[in-house]
C-alpha cells in the first residue's frame, strides 16, 4: 500500500553522462512500485528512457527528471535540460521515420505510447519536455511493428 497519496512528486538531477538514462529508469521503477503504480513502469520507463537519453545526446550539461502523480491513476514525467530546440513530436510535426532508417524512431514511441504530452521553453534557457501516462491506457504497440 502507498504511504503517500497523490499528488506527490520527485525531482532527480541526472548528469550529463551515458549512465543518465539507466539511473532515470531504475529510480522510477521504484517509485512507481513504492506508490503501487507499477502497472505503469513499462511504458513510464521507455518514455523515460527516451527523453533522459535525447537529453544527453542534444543537450550540454545535466538534465533533470521530475515524477508527478497528481491523482491516483496518473503519472506525469517530465525531462530538462539546456537545449532550447524542442523536438518535432512536441510541436507537432513529426514524419514517420523511413524504413531503412536507422535512429528516429524514439519520439515516435513517445507519440504512440504516451496519453498526452507537451513542452515549454525555460526562461532560464533550455526546455521541458512533459508525458504523461494512465492506469489502464495502453501503448499503440501494434502501430509499430
Not at 545526446?57 to 545535466?62: I, K, L, M, S
Not at 523536438?87 to 514524419?95: N, R
Request: charged share 20%; proline share 11%.
Amino acid at each position: 500500500m502507498a504511504t503517500v497519496s497523490p499528488p506527490w512528486a520527485y525531482t532527480l538531477q541526472l548528469p550529463h553522462d551515458p549512465r543518465a538514462p539507466g539511473i532515470a529508469r531504475s529510480t522510477l521503477r521504484a517509485v512507481l512500485r513504492a506508490h503501487c503504480m507499477a502497472e505503469l513502469t513499462e511504458t513510464a520507463e521507455l518514455l523515460a528512457s527516451e527523453l533522459v537519453t535525447n537529453a544527453h545526446r542534444y543537450a550540454q550539461g545535466p538534465c533533470g527528471l521530475r515524477l508527478r502523480a497528481p491523482e491516483p491513476h496518473r503519472l506525469r514525467l517530465g525531462v530538462w535540460d539546456a537545449n532550447p530546440e524542442i523536438p518535432p513530436p512536441f510541436k507537432g510535426a513529426l514524419s514517420p521515420p523511413v524504413a531503412e532508417a536507422e535512429c528516429g524512431r524514439g519520439l515516435h514511441l513517445v507519440e504512440l505510447c504516451a496519453d498526452s504530452w507537451g513542452a515549454c521553453p525555460l526562461p532560464q534557457g533550455g526546455k521541458l519536455l512533459w508525458v504523461e501516462c494512465v492506469r489502464g491506457a495502453d501503448c499503440q504497440w501494434g502501430d509499430l511493428l
